[in-house]
């Protein structure tokens, strides 16, 4: 009895200490909340401000550095130093240097929240830029736009639909991407089209955004399948391509898209079937090589793609990174118009304050290295697509550029 | 005497003796004082309320792996699927207070009560089949058992559509409130957490130490010894299975509603078996080894990912394995061998 009391009193003493520890919290945390409104308000009062302007702008990157999403992240994060490199070099924004802070998040949803919650809250970023996944694309939104109150940009190929005044995507979304290479697909192959995807949302609603651009070019659906993420049986896929015959097959199956072509090839159903793709960068073309020729892909950016910058922008990346490496597709000229966008959006604001550079950065246009790229209102970017074939080495040919596509993502601020 | 070599005579003695080994086990005891004080302290040493915050979560996470220990260290019955319950918590308070239809969405209380009814139900439902089926399943089917039910659990959250937000995952709209109290963010999540973390402390500690928990920790030793000792070993591992389960899922209920988003890798079994580690680390069936384990490791991933981009991952695999190979019974269970055993 008297050793339950003992516990009891310790129990309301350590409880007691906590409690005072959560009263405490009100105090400290105003304060730091006046201290930035401090800091943010000053400029826009008096231009004249040296001690604010001396002080480094500070961009957060969060992106996949180990786990599954590696090849990606890796990219990302490195055209991000590539782009802050030659902006200090050039002098800065607003005459302040920019400090980059990178963050692993390891392809995990929780790291995603600490690590972009770390950048918002401790480091205190100007911006987020970041990450690859969709899943950790939302818990950055909700993170870093929505609850933390500070300007994001996501640099990679997503199903689109995002919508807030602090979210920005400069990566392809569905429109873009299938609306230039579906006919061209479909006057080399046929007009008969088996829609195959993974199971989650970026494929579903890149096929939702397809299928009435395939029925305008005259196009049938005739078939839509979508297996798990990682599939170790593709029985159902041999099954529909064989039943429905499709003339070209438009695949979103990102991470094991060279199983699920052996498969079918080994079922001998490939034969004069075409293949289109929105997601197959170079270094994961690498892994599947000859077996896919004849496939087409549209990306923002490939090593052959054509342009006025990109052999300057491929042989910045190799000096930087080493003589082997190249930048993957989407997310590596993603995360460098990102940066290069919001440049341009502070110094059109005249300050580093969220709104304001938001509302700058809306219609603003950069020359990047594949040509000119605009963020529309809808605070998606309009941008040039490349579109690629796999030749018989296994190896991608540019095919044409179509510039200057509209991201036709309905989000209105 | 003849009870020394009767196991049944001998019952009560063996429990004393493990009842006063645990009591004078006095680096135990000034192991819980020194963490209690630092983690006390720890608010008013930083002014940074982001780190304060980060402490609060790992907090949660020591929840989740204490109650890892309660089944593993205590009953003897690894499981690598415990996360399928600290994920569902998760799951299940974001489906109750964001999905509209039925009689959805719920305020937050209610849905944090329901979730702790649902967890238990289909916790017990699953132990009764279990451990009282007609083929009960001890050791290694039992892994592989947990093992599959986080796979799946997983496999459903991917595919489960509106319900579970498929890979996405779902967002809350709800935070941490009581009367307008912040316990969201900062200092008072800091207090949440480490109150909800030493009241469960405080309770699997009596549970340990009680008849129940010698008894259970005897299942670990011998289960046919102690089911010829006439307890009903099903019974108590069903109710043991219950327990942890609802603290984990309480565990998660908190950890996701914090985050904010809880997607299908919650209930996966990469989640379940990173706790194993921060037990094993900690040194099992030592209840504040895991506290310690935890603490220690995710600390360490969450400072060394930012600042050794590439090499991160490295230095704490070397690190845990020089650990175990060292103290193979973990940090706690190195400190507290002189006066334990």
């Known amino acids: ?413 | 005497m003849l009870a020394l070599s009767n196991p049944l005579v001998n019952r009560f003695s063996v429990a004393q003796k493990w009842a006063t080994e645990f009591s004078q086990s006095r680096r135990r005891r000034a192991t819980e004082f020194l963490l209690g004080a630092v983690l006390l302290l720890l608010p008013f040493a930083s002014s940074d309320s982001f780190f304060i915050d980060r402490f609060g979560r790992y907090f949660i996470w020591a929840i989740f792996a204490i109650s890892v220990d309660l089944m593993w260290g205590y009953g003897g019955m690894l499981t690598f699927g415990h996360a399928a319950f600290f994920g569902s918590g998760g799951y299940l308070v974001a489906i109750f207070t964001t999905r509209a239809g039925w009689f959805l969405p719920i305020p937050l209380w209610l849905a944090l009560l329901l979730t702790l009814c649902v967890v238990a139900a289909f916790a017990y439902l699953l132990a009764e089949l279990v451990f009282r089926g007609r083929m009960p399943l001890r050791g290694i089917e039992f892994a592989v058992i947990t093992l599959a039910l986080a796979y799946l659990l997983e496999q459903y959250a991917r595919a489960g559509g509106e319900i579970t937000g498929g890979q996405n995952g779902i967002l809350f709209e709800d935070k941490l409130e009581i009367f307008n109290l912040d316990l969201h963010r900062g200092r008072g999540f800091y207090a949440l957490a480490g109150i909800s973390l030493l009241i469960i402390y405080l309770v699997s500690r009596s549970f340990v130490n009680s008849r129940s928990g010698l008894v259970t920790r005897g299942i670990r030793g011998s289960e046919d010894r102690i089911e010829l000792l006439g307890y009903n070993v099903p019974k108590l591992k069903v109710g043991l299975f219950v327990m942890v389960s609802v603290i984990a899922g309480f565990a998660g209920s908190l950890f996701y509603l914090h985050d904010g988003i809880v997607s299908p890798s919650a209930v996966g079994v990469t989640a379940s078996t990173q706790v194993l580690l921060w037990v094993a680390l900690g040194g099992r069936g030592t209840l504040i080894g895991p506290i310690v384990g935890t603490i220690t490791l995710q600390h360490l991933t969450a400072t060394l990912s930012g600042t050794l981009l590439d090499t991160w991952l490295l230095i704490i695999g070397v690190l845990l394995i020089a650990v175990v190979m060292i103290f193979p019974s973990g940090i706690m269970g190195y400190l507290g061998k002189g006066s334990a055993k």
């Open chain 1, 1 to 413: 009895m008297r050793k339950l009391r003992a516990r009891v009193g310790l129990l309301a003493i350590v409880a007691l200490g906590f409690g005072l520890v959560s009263c405490g919290s009100d105090g400290g945390t105003t304060d730091t909340v006046a201290v930035t409104e401090e800091t943010t308000a000053a400029p826009e009062e008096t231009t004249a401000a040296p001690e604010v302007t001396t002080e480094p702008i500070k961009i957060g990157v969060v992106a996949d550095l180990t786990g599954p999403f590696t090849l990606y992240g890796t990219s990302l994060a490195r055209s991000a130093e590539l782009a802050v490199d030659e902006i200090n070099a050039a002098g800065g924004i607003l005459g302040r240097q920019v400090e980059l802070i990178i963050e692993d998040i390891a392809t995990d949803v929780a790291i995603t929240t600490d690590k972009a919650r770390k950048l918002v809250e401790s480091d205190m970023v100007d911006v987020v830029i970041g990450p690859i996944g969709s899943d950790a694309s939302d818990a950055v939104f909700k993170t870093v736009a929505q609850d933390g109150k500070t300007l994001t940009i996501y640099p990679e190929t997503y199903e689109g639909g995002k919508c807030d005044a602090l979210f920005f995507s400069t990566g392809a979304v569905p429109a873009q991407q299938i609306r230039p290479m579906l006919p061209i697909l479909q006057k080399e192959y046929g007009p008969k089209v088996l829609l195959f995807g993974a199971d989650y949302v970026w494929p579903r609603r890149s096929f939702e955004i397809a299928k009435p651009i395939i029925k305008e070019i005259g196009g049938e659906v005739v078939g839509e399948v979508y297996l798990p993420l990682i599939a170790d049986d593709f029985t159902e896929l041999v099954k529909a391509v064989r039943t429905s015959k499709p003339d070209y097959i438009f695949t979103l199956y990102p991470a094991i898209w060279g199983a699920a072509l052996k498969a079918l090839t080994d079922a001998g159903v490939m034969k004069g079937v075409g293949v289109g793709t929105t997601f197959l960068g170079d270094p994961d073309l690498a892994g599947i090589g000859a077996a896919a020729a004849g496939e087409y892909t549209a990306l923002p950016f490939f090593t052959s793609a054509k342009g006025d910058g990109v052999a300057a922008f491929l042989s910045a990346y190799s000096a930087k990174f080493g003589a082997d490496q190249i930048p993957s597709g989407g997310e590596s000229m993603g995360a460098y118009n990102a940066i290069n966008l919001y440049k341009l959006a502070v110094e059109a604001a005249g300050s580093t304050d969220d709104a304001a550079v938001a509302k700058a950065m809306v219609g603003l246009s950069f020359i990047s290295p594949t040509g000119k790229v605009t963020m529309e209102a809808s605070h998606h970017l309009r941008q040039t697509i490349q579109l690629v074939r796999v030749n018989d080495k296994g190896v991608y040919e540019h095919v044409q550029s179509f510039t200057d596509q509209d991201s036709e993502e309905g989000c209105s601020l």
